[in-house]
């Protein structure tokens, strides 16, 4: 067991980050390195594809927001603004120059090398994968009441695709509530 292995954890979907879980059992044996959890938190704090995840550099964080001038996939711009969760992310890391996600020996993580340490290390229970996570996100910006053309701009897709993830996840989430608290009353 390597000295900087954590808990067992489990993906809150609620605070988008994993939480550690009460006791280990005999079937549990996995460990993480802190490097290898801060991937799902940032993924779903930001929205960013795996490739661009990687290439965030702490040049791109500015005060109001991360800008990305060129994303790997398409291209485009994306600009991502620093809300308080965020930040608190971000002023909890210790280096603050060249990549924000360091692996292991204080190095930038490889697309494949991240890739395979999160195969091989992602928590019991946890059926997303990092990519997942941008509609994760997206679903967090609809909640707090963004429009799907500012969650479009903000996550690089098609404001239709951002109203199908509406449609699907989060209408269909207050439904469930209205009528959970209306069959209550």
């Excluded at 990687?54 to 485009?76: C, F, Q």
Aim: overall charge positive; charged content about 30%.
């Amino acid at each position: 067991m390597c000295s900087n292995a954590l808990p067992a954890t489990r993906w809150n979907c609620a605070k988008r980050r994993l939480c550690p879980v009460g006791g280990r059992s005999k079937k549990q044996k996995r460990t993480y390195r802190p490097t290898a959890l801060t991937v799902p938190s940032i993924a779903s704090l930001t929205g960013l594809r795996l490739g661009d995840l990687i290439r965030l550099d702490w040049s791109n964080v500015g005060e109001k927001a991360i800008i990305i001038e060129k994303t790997r996939k398409r291209g485009g711009r994306a600009v991502i603004p620093i809300y308080t969760e965020l930040r608190k992310w971000l002023d909890q890391r210790e280096k603050r120059e060249g990549a924000v996600l360091l692996n292991s020996r204080q190095k930038p993580w490889t697309e494949s090398g991240l890739e395979t340490v999160w195969q091989r290390r992602k928590p019991d229970g946890f059926d997303r994968t990092i990519h997942d996570l941008r509609g994760t996100f997206a679903t967090f910006l609809a909640l707090k009441g963004l429009t799907d053309e500012k969650i479009a701009k903000i996550i690089g897709w098609t404001a239709k695709r951002v109203c199908e993830i509406r449609a699907r996840y989060v209408d269909e989430a207050r439904v469930i509530i209205d009528l959970a608290e209306r069959l209550s009353a």
